[in-house]
């Protein structure tokens, strides 16, 4: 098992799960205590977007959209496409061609979720 880091105290619940591609991840619930930052006087409001990724009261540290979702719509789209193609009829097993297809698909909806 790999630890990203190690945990401040023993957890008091664990989540295990598996994503449509097949990774396992864990969460876990830990108590922690709050630390309370310096003032600083300063402030920035972030809003989140679609056509921009975030936009901030201070243009300096504003994001602008990579567009990766074009490219990953349109690879989704493809894969999509190729499941339509390869459908099997009812009450068979999917083909080996349709799996390939249906977790290439899973795999670009993943990476548009992330």
Not at 6 to 18: A, F, I, N, Q, T
Not at 40 to 53: A, M, P, S
Not at 81 to 109: C, E, H, I, L, Q
Request: hydrophobic share 35%; with cysteine; glycine share 6%.
């Amino acid at each position: 098992m790999v630890w990203s880091r190690e945990l401040p105290k023993p957890p008091s619940s664990v989540r295990v799960y598996r994503d449509s591609l097949g990774h396992w991840y864990c969460s876990f619930v830990v108590a922690t205590v709050t630390e309370v930052l310096p003032e600083t006087g300063r402030n920035i409001g972030i809003d989140w977007g679609v056509k921009e990724t975030a936009t901030t009261t201070s243009d300096a540290h504003d994001l602008p959209h990579a567009q990766h979702g074009k490219t990953a719509a349109a690879k989704l789209a493809k894969y999509q496409r190729m499941m339509a193609r390869r459908r099997t009829p009812k009450n068979r097993p999917d083909t080996a061609g349709y799996r390939k297809a249906r977790r290439a698909a899973a795999k670009v909806s993943k990476k548009l979720a992330r």
